[in-house]
């Protein structure tokens, strides 16, 4: 891609299947001349789809107590989160493969009105059971907003423009996280909770506006033969997995009988998706991309790099409020480092990129992360918040340099028709990663207490996590519990260092060397620009 005259810049067409080797940065694409105007317009409705799924991630857990409060249903509180992320994770792939199909611009603007629809829905919920399937509605949505937006810029812009903007991207991510949940105390105690979802509308209207408006594509007209069979075979499969791990940690008794026995039928429904696949006209999930040796890295990486990630998440600030006897906002504190850490390093991760290739950026993060595990380990012994806020912002740093990396050296090793899914891999890859982990890491967790104080152990970190109940124990007590709690955390911050180390030497031995994705005469061009 090249700037042309009078401020237009070159932009990227699908190319034709003959055009793509399929190696890295090896596809030569059509272009066209469009306004830099458009160019601006199109990032601002990215950007505003971004923020609208992002901050959704984050709102919602302030205002649910307030809900739980109005609507009754406590039941079924933990299914207000449970739901969105069920749907939004299991429906990713079938998003991007059907953007390939028919064009970003359609599948995203289809997207945004069912995410947009879900949001006034769940506003004016009237019962906990309403809200729980409008949450579904949400995360329908949901699920194609973030890979459709990031493979827009894939399309839209060259390497060392891809780059910066997914750290812009991920700087808006950084944002909500820090911001979410403060929006979500400030509007349900001014206004009402349900603005925490009407919230939603003004974002998505905009973004509807700009990309409806400025995103122009052309798409290659050809008949289409939509794998119907795979679909429902992959959405099946997955929602009984996904089910199965929600509830496993849950349940006991022929509960938790019923939540493998859905992992179960899950794994063989997904097992019969891949057979079905390998033979199907257009298969959602190409097998042959999944078998390059970039991708399948990247999908095991992004797996284990997600349930490091979202364990961090899960199981730090549980050692903050239930080992350290600190509020919410302290814990919010303690991951607010993970946040800005990952969107500087995102930006970062641009320039290292250009500079010395995508393997550098990856092993990078993955440094990165490895000090971060061990910190980790440093937690339970010290009891200090410094620590744990250093961990967290380390693994944030790392989750900048390697998940950036990861997508735009994916996206550089295909061509437009394969660009959506391949994409949608990325991130479907890290949100199972995160569901397997978090769901195993509760079971180490359980475990754990269960060997080391039997029935103590069940329900400990309710006692601590209520103040009501912290306060009616001798100081004695609280300390013999808290201690009981950071032990069994150490196992699980454990098995996230191991996970971290089994990413290293994935990416050590099987990510390609080499530039990847910068061809040898932009190379040049491009450092010759950073050195300036």
């Known amino acids: ?118 949001s006034a829905l769940c506003g004016m919920a009237r019962s906990m059971p309403q809200l729980v399937l409008f949450r579904a509605m949400q995360g329908l949505g949901a699920g194609g907003i973030i890979p459709v937006t990031l493979t827009i810029l894939g399309d839209l812009f060259p390497i060392e423009q891809r780059a910066r903007l997914q750290g812009l991207t991920s700087a808006v991510w950084g944002t909500s996280a820090v911001a979410g949940p403060a929006v979500g105390g400030i509007l349900t105690d001014m206004l009402s909770w349900r603005w925490v979802f009407y919230v939603n509308l003004p974002f998505g209207l905009v973004a509807l506006g700009l990309l409806g408006l400025a995103f122009r594509e052309q798409i290659r007209r050809q008949s289409h033969q939509i794998d119907y069979a795979g679909a429902l075979t992959l959405t099946a499969g997955l929602t009984l997995v996904m089910l199965g791990l929600l509830n496993v940690g849950n349940g006991r008794g022929w509960h938790r009988e019923l ?51 979202f364990g961090t998440l899960s199981y730090l600030p549980l050692f903050v409020q239930g ?131 039997g029935s103590v152990g069940e329900g400990l970190a309710d006692v601590l996590l209520r103040p009501e109940a912290r306060a009616a124990l001798s100081s004695g007590m609280l300390a013999e519990l808290q201690s009981m709690l950071g032990d069994a955390l150490g196992f699980v911050y454990l098995v996230i260092f191991a996970l971290v180390l089994v990413a290293v030497v994935l990416v050590v031995w099987g990510f390609p060397r080499g530039e990847l994705g910068i061809r040898e005469h932009e190379g040049r061009m491009l450092r010759k620009k950073v050195d300036r």
């Open 1 to 118: 891609m090249e700037l042309g005259e009078a401020g237009h810049t070159i932009w990227p067409l699908q190319p034709a299947p003959s055009q793509r080797s399929g190696k890295l940065g090896s596809e030569r694409e059509d272009t066209i001349l469009v306004p830099r105007s458009t160019q601006v317009a199109i990032v601002a409705g990215v950007l505003a789809a971004t923020f609208l799924a992002a901050l959704d991630a984050t709102v919602v857990g302030t205002a649910l107590p307030t809900i739980v409060g109005e609507l009754g249903g406590l039941p079924l509180y933990p299914w207000v989160f449970s739901a969105y992320l069920l749907t939004s994770t299991t429906t990713i792939p079938l998003y991007g493969r059907l953007a390939d199909l028919y064009g970003r611009k359609r599948v995203l603007l289809t997207a945004l009105v069912v995410f947009l629809l879900g």
């Open 259 to 309: 939540a493998i026995g859905s992992c179960v039928i899950g794994s063989v429904l997904l097992a019969g998706f891949w057979w079905y696949e390998r033979r199907a006209a257009e298969p959602i999930v190409p097998p042959n991309l999944v078998r390059q040796r970039l991708m399948s890295v990247v999908l095991l990486g992004s797996v284990l790099i997600g349930a490091g990630m």
């Open 323 to 453: 080992v350290l006897g600190g509020t919410a906002m302290s814990a919010g504190a303690v991951m607010m480092p993970f946040a800005v850490a990952w969107s500087v390093a995102s930006t970062i991760s641009g320039r290292v990129i250009l500079l010395f290739g995508f393997r550098s950026s990856v092993l990078t993060g993955m440094v990165a992360m490895t000090i971060a595990g061990l910190l980790l380990q440093v937690v339970p012994r010290v009891h200090n918040l410094a620590t744990a806020m250093t961990a967290a912002g380390l693994f944030g740093v790392g989750m900048g340099f390697s998940a950036t990396a990861f997508i735009i050296a994916v996206q550089n090793s295909v061509g437009w028709g394969e660009r959506g899914i391949a994409t949608a891999l990325v991130g479907f890859a890290r949100s199972i990663g995160g569901a397997i982990g978090v769901a195993a890491l509760g079971a180490v967790l359980s475990t754990a207490l269960a060997a080391q104080h």
